[in-house]
């Protein structure tokens, strides 16, 4: 069983950055994906990010990349999400979610909801113009 817990949201102007943390309880071992989501209220849940435990390959939702970089803190068992340049448009509620296996496409985890098994309780961002 892994419990994720996320920290680390909260408001800020745009052009601003952030960073989140998800701590992980439970082993998370090399053939874990984990990822980043987020969600606007009526809106679907959008995979914005993934990384896979066993070898640290990266996914990025175009409307993130090369703004946002996901990463592990390995010392504290826990998913980072750098989030720069942010934009009114990233305001959403942000989960961290684990997958207990490998489902890749073009080598990188895939991002899609409905397939991860573990769930943060999210954390609230808010951009402003």
């Known amino acids: 069983q892994v419990r994720l817990v996320e920290s680390g949201g909260g408001s800020v102007q745009a052009g601003g950055s952030l960073t989140l943390s998800c701590e992980a309880s439970?082993?998370?071992?090399?053939?874990?994906?984990l990822a980043w989501f987020r969600q606007v209220p009526g809106k679907q849940r959008e995979g914005i990010a993934s990384?896979?435990?066993?070898?640290?390959?990266?996914y990025y939702a175009n409307s993130v990349k090369g703004r946002f970089t996901i990463s592990r803190d390995m010392a504290k068992n826990a998913l980072i999400l750098q989030m720069n340049s942010l934009k009114p448009e990233d305001t959403a509620m942000y989960y961290c979610?684990?997958?207990?296996?490998?489902?890749?496409?073009?080598?990188?985890?895939?991002?899609?909801?409905?397939?991860?098994?573990?769930w943060g309780q999210g954390t609230q961002v808010t951009v402003s113009a």
């Open positions: 439970g082993y998370i071992d090399s053939r874990f994906c």
């Open positions: 979610a684990a997958l207990k296996t490998y489902i890749a496409q073009g080598g990188s985890c895939v991002a899609q909801d409905d397939i991860y098994q573990y």
């Open positions: 990384i896979y435990t066993g070898g640290g390959s990266t």
